[in-house]
């Protein structure tokens, strides 16, 4: 843009005009020089920023660069790649859009729209790699690799509440946000496989909702009451009620036969708690809390679990902590989404003691 000097002499206006001068300019455009980090940053240093490889980075770009492109490159417009760039530092981090900013030389409001354009993409990935069992087929070999953990029969599933810690959403409704250890969160209900991908995810409840109330009111418990996979059956804690088809551990064992089932139930479905851990190490924005509007909150846990779920896919490690990374506070913040809930025994019906007496008294 031209100087001001050589618009208009200043010197030769009056107060009332200068004012007026001053306040109709706009400041000048800022064009950024943005840095390649796949040319920057080798394989280690890639890996521990954006918590993707470079391969499956590209891979994921493969499938939503389409969706991400502008119909014209004026304005010094953000490349599909830098969108996905910044998005995935967005979910490494703890969602500083000022910081993701200088990090990508982008200003502050630019990242906060192409972060919520780009989870939203990914989030509408999850038909794709986010599924329960899919014929009996895919059934009858979920249940072989569960059974392989600790020899529990029929088990397509585990299924776990964790919390997603957020700011307080304000309004009159903000306090049914707070969950039991007293902070605002999301309790979000994952069931996952032996494969340690997940399954189903439901991303809606606050944190005082109940594990038992997100999955009575789920989709999810609605096909098991309908008999869609089988003889197929789900491990859940003890905040969950009994059922023919969500199995519990007994709170109270009397029998080496119930000692043998609760052995084999804590150890297979110890693996969701497993992929919790993995998938908020992956993406710490989902241990440390999300600062973020509501809105965008949602589609990012769903767009992390598809994340999660392409990274296992792909076959890749879990990604090493950034220098700056406490370990100590990340898994202290991973164990604070836990809140455990004490249950209720419930023997009417129970169809523990058929599996007690047909796989466990041996």
């Known amino acids: 843009m031209e100087n001001v000097q050589d618009v208009v002499d200043v010197n030769r206006v009056d ?25 920057s940053l080798d394989e280690q240093k890639f890996f521990e920023r954006f918590r993707l490889t470079k391969n499956t980075t590209l891979y994921l770009l493969n499938k939503i660069e389409e969706q991400l492109e502008y119909e014209h490159n004026r304005n010094n417009s953000i490349a599909p790649i830098d ?6 530092r967005t979910f490494a981090t703890g969602g500083h859009l000022l910081s993701i900013a200088d990090f990508i030389q982008a200003d502050k409001s630019t990242i906060s729209r192409l972060v919520t354009k780009v989870t939203h993409v990914i989030a509408s990935l999850a038909n794709e790699f986010i599924y329960m069992p899919r014929n009996q087929l895919e059934v009858k070999d979920c249940q072989n690799k569960f059974y392989d953990v600790c020899r529990f029969p029929r088990v397509i599933g585990a299924i776990d509440g964790t919390h997603i810690r957020i700011q307080s959403p304000g309004g009159v409704d903000a306090e049914v946000f707070r969950n039991r250890k007293g902070y605002f969160s999301i309790n979000v209900q994952i069931c996952i496989n032996a494969d340690f991908l997940i399954q ?48 519990t551990p007994f709170l109270n064992t009397t029998t080496r036969g119930q000692e043998n089932y609760n052995r084999a139930h804590v150890r297979t479905r110890a693996k969701v708690e497993n992929v919790i851990g993995i998938w908020k190490r992956r993406f710490p924005i989902l ?35 950034e ?10 913040a991973i164990v ?8 209720q025994e419930n023997n009417q019906h129970d169809d523990r003691l058929h599996f007690v007496q047909n796989y466990f008294n041996n």
Request: glycine fraction near 10%; proline fraction near 5%.
């Open 287 to 321: 241990a440390y809390g999300c600062r973020l509007k509501l809105e965008s909150i949602l589609p990012i846990i769903v767009a992390t679990a598809v994340l999660h779920n392409v990274a296992r896919l792909q076959g890749e490690p879990e990604p090493p902590n």
């Open 83 to 88: 969108q996905l760039l910044l998005t995935l």
């Open 200 to 247: 189903d995810i439901v991303a809606r409840w606050p944190g005082s909702a109940h594990d038992a109330t997100i999955f009575n009111n789920s989709r999810l418990k609605f096909r098991f009451q309908e008999g869609e996979f089988g003889n197929g059956i789900l491990l859940g804690d003890s905040g969950y009620m009994n059922t023919h088809y969500l199995m």
């Open 323 to 332: 220098n700056n990374v406490n370990e100590h506070e990340l898994q202290q």
């Open 336 to 343: 604070n989404g836990d809140i455990p809930i004490g249950g």
């Open 15 to 39: 107060g009332v005009d200068y004012v007026d001068l001053i306040d109709n300019m706009r400041a000048p455009r800022q064009m950024y020089v943005r840095e390649n980090y796949f040319e």
